[in-house]
């Protein structure tokens, strides 16, 4: 792969700044640092993959024909190269009455790319016809290696799906094949859940972000393209992310490398205000779904070996009342995954379709199976009301 200058020189400075956070034992304050205490082949394999994740791709290296950015970064740069950021995503489908919904091809395709490449017109269209047009939010990766190490077993455990302790949450996980391994897993990457390992979500989002085929997703996500356009948009043979003949390593490997090693967003700060927040979140039962910690397995690598994961989230699929009409992997039209809630007060807009400005505009959208805990809220005092948020704000 080339490394066009100016991503380059950005790429140098994100990496002088991650060699002093490196050298302390801490999790950095600013987010974007790797996880403390790598050893210097993993530093290394984490700037390559920082270099990847940051690279801006050109349709002579298999960009397009149709693509949603050009780089990683391009979506994933708030408050730092991994997070998340303001440009949405578009899917489309269709409803039918019996609340199913039915994807834009006996494929499955329900994305729909924003660009393409401007020579030939290969502009995807949005059928006329489809009733569902969704939008979807960047989720950060911060701390994304820890949460591919929590074992199936434990999310399964949190699974309630026939809400046998009559909570009115009934939670249930997303079983999905994993493209890398093809072992059955559970999903917990993505809106939808829709992938379990971090080398697959790169390998998917490589092909269907930047049209850049690979051998994990080897044809082409070109809805709405048709075979002439493909050859004048988009002539470079698939798999399109070759082994760099230096490192003979390929782009989604190093994607994988730079989101595992990835540090999660420190806590701002714990006092008494946030702490009295954190007792009546789960006191009204926001934690039956952001549960605060879960952890990672027992593993070889102590980076990941039995670690706590302050993630708040359950990592299982809930309809809230938000669901957004597309039936993804796992997850029905209604359904859709427990945000994490770390790293929150730099994330806005909210929601998976960045439909909510506030936190408070968030929680009154909580429905159906956080019906409870939403009414729990409505009823907080002003006082509790504002330690919950100063709480939600420490994140
Ligand atoms: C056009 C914007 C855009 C680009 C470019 C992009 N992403 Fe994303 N990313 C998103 C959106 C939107 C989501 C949520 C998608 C969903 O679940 O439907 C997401 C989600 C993710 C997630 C899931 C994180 C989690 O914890 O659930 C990972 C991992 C990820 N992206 C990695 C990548 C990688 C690697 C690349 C480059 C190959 C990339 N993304 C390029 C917008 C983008
Ligand atoms: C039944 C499970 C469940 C319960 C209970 C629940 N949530 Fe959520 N929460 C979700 C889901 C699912 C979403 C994502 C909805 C979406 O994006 O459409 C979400 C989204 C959020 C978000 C936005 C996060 C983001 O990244 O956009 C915040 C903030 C939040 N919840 C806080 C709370 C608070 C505070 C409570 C308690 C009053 C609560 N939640 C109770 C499942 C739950």
Redesign the pocket.
């Known amino acids: 792969m080339r490394r066009p200058l100016l991503v380059a020189l950005g790429g140098w400075i994100c990496i002088v700044a991650l060699q002093v956070a490196a050298r302390t034992e801490d999790i950095p304050a600013l987010p974007g640092g790797p996880l403390p205490g790598l050893t210097p082949a993993e530093f290394a394999e984490f700037r390559l993959g920082l270099d990847d994740f940051t690279e801006v791709e050109t349709a002579e290296e298999g960009l397009g024909p149709a693509f949603n950015g050009t780089s990683c970064a391009v979506c994933h740069d708030v408050p730092a190269i991994g997070g998340g950021g303001v440009i949405l995503e578009v899917r489309a489908g269709y409803r039918n009455g019996a609340g199913s919904a039915r994807a834009l091809n006996a494929a499955g395709d329900t994305l729909i790319h924003m660009l393409s490449i401007p020579s030939h017109s290969c502009q995807p269209l949005i059928p006329d016809d489809v009733n569902v047009i969704a939008r979807r ?1 960047p ?1 950060p990766v911060f701390g994304a290696g820890l949460v591919e190490a929590i074992l199936d077993e434990t999310i399964l455990a949190l699974e309630d799906p026939e809400d046998r302790n009559r909570d ?2 009934s ?1 249930r996980a997303a079983l999905i094949v994993d493209v890398a391994t093809g072992e059955r897993r559970v999903g917990r990457f993505g ?1 939808k859940a829709q992938q379990a390992t971090l080398l697959a979500f790169g390998a998917d989002a490589y092909r269907n972000e930047m049209g850049i085929t690979n051998d994990l997703f080897p044809n082409e996500s070109a809805f709405g393209i048709s075979a002439a356009q493909m050859r004048s948009c988009d002539p470079i043979p698939d798999p399109e992310d070759r082994r760099d003949p230096a490192t003979r390593r390929r782009g989604i490997d190093n994607f994988e490398s730079f989101m595992k090693l990835l540090a999660p967003v420190a806590r701002a700060r714990v006092d008494a205000t946030t702490l009295a927040g954190e007792r009546t ?1 789960a006191a ?7 549960v605060p910690a879960l952890a990672t397995g027992p593993g070889r690598n102590p980076l990941f070996d039995r670690r706590p994961v302050p993630l708040f989230s ?1 990592l299982l ?4 009342g ?3 009409g597309i039936e993804q992997a796992a997850a029905a039209a209604s ?7 770390w790293g ?1 007060r730099f ?1 806005r ?5 960045g439909s ?1 400005a506030t ?1 408070i505009e ?2 009154l ?2 429905r ?3 019906e ?3 009414r ?2 409505d009823r907080l005092s002003q006082a509790d009301r504002e330690e ?1 948020l100063a709480f ?1 704000r420490s994140l």
Do not use: Y
Not at 284 to 290: D, E, M, P
Not at 349 to 353: A, E, R, T, V, W
């Open positions: 939010a989720i009115g949450v939670g809106w979140f009204i039962g926001c934690a039956s779904c952001h359950d699929l809930h309809d809230i938000t669901g957004d359904e859709i995954r427990t945000p994490a809630l929150l994330r807009p909210l929601l998976h379709d909510a936190m968030a929680i959208r909580h159906e199976e956080a409870t805990a939403r729990g809220f919950l939600l």
